[in-house]
C-alpha cells in the first residue's frame, strides 16, 4: 500500500488508486495518517470533520466513514476502535510524508557536514513528492488546521536546498526561482537574504541592495519590525564585497549569547507513574540521534480530569527535554487561584519581561492585547524555545499566546481538547492503575507505613480512585500524622457521604479541583450533574438521564457533553443506533451527590 497526502490525498495499491469519495472520508484518511500511528480521538475528527457545528449524529458518521475506509483500503491495513478515538496500523505501507520527512533530515544533515553536493539531491528528492498543495481534497476545517505546519516544513527544506545550490555555485541557476519565492513570500528574511547572495554573485551588486531595502520596507509596513540577524548580515557582506563564491555557506542566523528565561516550575522529585507517556513525549521532543538540524516544530496537548496529573507530566518532560530548547523555556499558569482563567494581556505582560521586554509596568500594561501579540511573536520569533502553557481554559485564551514563529514548542495542559493548537499531539490521561497508585500513595506516605498494613492500604488505593491528587493528599495526610496508622485513615475515607472532605490537606482539596468555577460550568452541565451520583462505573446514554429528570433525551446530552467539555465526564463510545456512551470516575459521582440532595429523579435509576 502506498498512501500520499503531499497533494490529493490519496490510498495506492499497486499503484493504481484506490477510489475514495468525498472529503470527509479523505479528511478521516489524513488524520490517521498525520497521527502517526496515535489514537485521533472523535473529538478532533469533530473537529477536523465539521469545524465548531458538529451534527446530532457526529459519532455515526464516523463511524460510517471509518466503516468505508475498512472496506476499500482491506487487509494491507487496520483501523481500530481504541478510546478515545480510533488508530491506523500502516504495518509496512509508504508514506511521503514519512518518506519526505526522512530525505529533508538527511539532507539538512549533510548540509551542516559540508556536503552539499549530496545534500542538494537529498532535499530535491524531498521535494518531488509535493504533487502541489499538501491535502488539497480535505475539509476546510483540517486545511485551516493542518496545512500551515506542512507548506512551513516544504519551504524550509526550499530553503535549504538553495542553500546547498548557492554553495556549490549554482547562483545563475537559482536566482529566477529565488525572485519568484521574494514575490510570494516577502517577509521571509531568509528567502531575501539567499536572493540577494545569488543577485551579488551575478555581478548585481545594486540589484541585491535593492532587495534589502525593499524587504526592509515590507518588514516595516506589513509587522512592524527590521530586518533580523540573517538580512542584516547579508547586507553588510553585499557592502563589504564578502559574498564571494569562497563564502560556501552565508546565510544563516549569527549566534548571539544572551540571557534566556527558564521559568519551568520545579520538577517532582518522587513523579510516579506514566512511564508510556513519558516515553512517547521524550520521543517526539528529542528523537532518539536525530541531530540539530533535523529540527521540527511541535504542538503538544495534554488532557485529562482535573487532579489527573497533567501539570506533574508536563513539567517532568519539560525539564527533561530543557537542553534542547538553548534559547530558554517560558512558563505560564493560565488560571488565577479561584480557578478562573487569567487575562490573556496579563499572561502576555508576564512572559514579555521574561524576554527581556522593558517598558511593560502599571495598571495599562496589558491593555493593547493586540500590539502585545506582535511584541511577544517578534521576540520569539525563530528561537528554539519551549513554552509551557499550564492550565488552559479554552482556544479564546490560548490563541494569542502562541509564538508565531514555528522553532518554538509549545506544551499546552488543558482539561479537554484545543482546536487553536494546530496539528497537535494530544496525550489524554486515564486514572492510575492500583499498583501505581499503591507506589504514589506509598513514595508520599512513607513505605513503611503503607507496607506495615496491606490491606488498609489497598483500601487507601481503591478510596482514591486512581486519582493522583487524592492518592497525594492521602499520602500527605499520613506523613503528617505519624501516630496514625494507614486503617485509621482508611476508616476516615470509608464513607462517601464525607471522602471528598476527607481528601482535603492544606490548600489541596480533591472536590475544589474537580469542579470547575461556576462561570465555567453552564446552566445545561449544572442541570445533569445531580443525575451522576448513582450512575455506577457502567457506560450510560443521555436517554437514561432523561429519564431519571425528566427532560428530554436532547436537554440531556447538551448537558452530558458540557461535562465532558469540563472535564467530569469521559466520552466512552457510541450504543448501536451511534449515540455517544459517557463514563463517570468514581469521585466525580460522590462530587455529584454533593451538588443536590437526592430525589425521586435519582431513585428511576
Not at 544572551?258 to 522529585?269: Q, S, Y
Not at 490537606?505 to 451520583?533: I, K, M, S, Y
Not at 447538551?558 to 468514581?586: F, I, K, N
Given at each position: 500500500m502506498e498512501f500520499r497526502i503531499l497533494g490529493p490525498v490519496e490510498a495506492r495499491r499497486d499503484g493504481s488508486r484506490i477510489a475514495l469519495s468525498g472529503s470527509k472520508v479523505h479528511t478521516v484518511l489524513a488524520a490517521l495518517l498525520l497521527a502517526r500511528g496515535r489514537v485521533v480521538s472523535d473529538a478532533r475528527l469533530n473537529t477536523l470533520l465539521w469545524g465548531w457545528d458538529p451534527p446530532a449524529t457526529a459519532g455515526a458518521q464516523i463511524y460510517t466513514y471509518m466503516s468505508r475506509l475498512r472496506k476499500h483500503l482491506g487487509d494491507d491495513v487496520e483501523i481500530v476502535r481504541q478510546q478515545p478515538g480510533y488508530l491506523l496500523h500502516t504495518g509496512d505501507s509508504a508514506i511521503d510524508l514519512v518518506d519526505f520527512e526522512k530525505l529533508e533530515r538527511d539532507g539538512r544533515q549533510a548540509l551542516r557536514a559540508g556536503a552539499y553536493e549530496e545534500a542538494g539531491e537529498l532535499l530535491t528528492r524531498a521535494l518531488e513528492l509535493w504533487r502541489g498543495p499538501a491535502l488539497a481534497n480535505v475539509t476546510e476545517h483540517m486545511l485551516a488546521e493542518e496545512l500551515q505546519p506542512l507548506e512551513e516544513a516544504r519551504t524550509q527544506a526550499l530553503e535549504q536546498r538553495i542553500e546547498a545550490d548557492l554553495a556549490v555555485g549554482r547562483h545563475e541557476r537559482v536566482t529566477g526561482e529565488l525572485s519568484g519565492l521574494v514575490a510570494r513570500f516577502p517577509t521571509r528574511e531568509r528567502l531575501r537574504a539567499q536572493l540577494m547572495t545569488a543577485l551579488y554573485r551575478c555581478g548585481r551588486q545594486a540589484d541585491a541592495l535593492n532587495t534589502y531595502h525593499e524587504g526592509r520596507r515590507v518588514l516595516a509596513e506589513q509587522l512592524g519590525v527590521d530586518p533580523g540577524v540573517a538580512l542584516g548580515d547579508t547586507y553588510k557582506a553585499v557592502l563589504g564585497g564578502d559574498l564571494g563564491l569562497e563564502s560556501p555557506a552565508p546565510i544563516g542566523p549569527a549566534a548571539?549569547?544572551?540571557?534566556?528565561?527558564?521559568?519551568?516550575?520545579?520538577?517532582?522529585?518522587?513523579?510516579?507513574?506514566?512511564?508510556?507517556?513519558?516515553?512517547?513525549?521524550?520521543a517526539m521532543l528529542a528523537p532518539p540521534g536525530a541531530e540539530e538540524g533535523a529540527w521540527r516544530p511541535r504542538r503538544f496537548l495534554i488532557t485529562g480530569m482535573a487532579g489527573i496529573g497533567k501539570t506533574a507530566l508536563a513539567v517532568r518532560v519539560a525539564h527533561a527535554n530543557a537542553a534542547r530548547y538553548p534559547d530558554g523555556q517560558l512558563y505560564a499558569d493560565l488560571r488565577q487561584a479561584d480557578g478562573t482563567p487569567r487575562d490573556p494581556g496579563e499572561v502576555l505582560v508576564r512572559l514579555l519581561r521574561a524576554l527581556g521586554e522593558v517598558g511593560l509596568e502599571g495598571p495599562d500594561a496589558a491593555g493593547d492585547l493586540e500590539e502585545l501579540v506582535r511584541l511577544y511573536r517578534t521576540r520569539t520569533a525563530g528561537k528554539r524555545m519551549l513554552l509551557l502553557l499550564d492550565n488552559a481554559a479554552g482556544d479564546l485564551q490560548v490563541g494569542p499566546l502562541l509564538p508565531g514563529s514555528t522553532e518554538t514548542t509549545v506544551l499546552v495542559t488543558c482539561?479537554?481538547?484545543?482546536?487553536?493548537?494546530?496539528?497537535?499531539?494530544?496525550?489524554?490521561?486515564?486514572?492510575?492503575?492500583?499498583?501505581?497508585?499503591?507506589?504514589?500513595?506509598?513514595s508520599a506516605a512513607g513505605r513503611a507505613r503503607i507496607t506495615a498494613d496491606p490491606d488498609a492500604s489497598d483500601d487507601l488505593v481503591a478510596y482514591c480512585a486512581g486519582l493522583p491528587l487524592a492518592l497525594r493528599i492521602a499520602g500527605t495526610r499520613l506523613a503528617s500524622r505519624p501516630h496514625w496508622p494507614a486503617a485509621r485513615l482508611a476508616?476516615?475515607?470509608?464513607?462517601?457521604?464525607?471522602?471528598?472532605?476527607?481528601?482535603?490537606?492544606?490548600?489541596?482539596?480533591?472536590?475544589?479541583?474537580?469542579?470547575?468555577?461556576?462561570?465555567?460550568?453552564?446552566?445545561?452541565?449544572?442541570?445533569?450533574?445531580?443525575?451522576?451520583?448513582?450512575?455506577?462505573?457502567?457506560?450510560?446514554?443521555?436517554?437514561?438521564?432523561?429519564?431519571?429528570?425528566?427532560?428530554?433525551?436532547?436537554?440531556?446530552?447538551?448537558?452530558?457533553?458540557?461535562?465532558?467539555?469540563?472535564?467530569?465526564?469521559?466520552?466512552?463510545?457510541?450504543?448501536?443506533?451511534?449515540?455517544?456512551?459517557?463514563?463517570?470516575?468514581?469521585?466525580?459521582?460522590?462530587?455529584?451527590?454533593?451538588?443536590?440532595?437526592?430525589?425521586?429523579?435519582?431513585?428511576?435509576?
Open positions: 548571539r549569547k544572551a540571557d534566556v528565561p527558564a521559568m519551568l516550575p520545579p520538577d517532582i522529585d518522587d513523579f510516579t507513574g506514566r512511564e508510556a507517556e513519558l516515553d512517547a513525549l521524550g482539561r479537554t481538547q484545543l482546536a487553536r493548537v494546530a496539528g497537535a499531539y494530544s496525550v489524554a490521561l486515564s486514572p492510575l492503575d492500583d499498583d501505581t497508585a499503591l507506589e504514589l500513595l506509598a476508616e476516615r475515607l470509608a464513607d462517601p457521604r464525607t471522602r471528598l472532605g476527607e481528601l482535603s490537606f492544606a490548600e489541596l482539596n480533591v472536590r475544589d479541583a474537580l469542579l470547575p468555577p461556576g462561570a465555567l460550568l453552564d446552566a445545561r452541565a449544572r442541570t445533569v450533574l445531580p443525575a451522576l451520583a448513582d450512575a455506577g462505573a457502567e457506560p450510560f446514554g443521555a436517554r437514561r438521564i432523561a429519564v431519571a429528570l425528566e427532560i428530554s433525551e436532547a436537554v440531556a446530552e447538551a448537558g452530558l457533553e458540557s461535562l465532558v467539555d469540563a472535564a467530569l465526564l469521559d466520552l466512552s463510545g457510541v450504543d448501536p443506533q451511534g449515540r455517544p456512551l459517557y463514563r463517570c470516575h468514581e469521585l466525580v459521582r460522590l462530587l455529584a451527590g454533593l451538588s443536590a440532595p437526592r430525589t425521586h429523579a435519582n431513585a428511576a435509576w
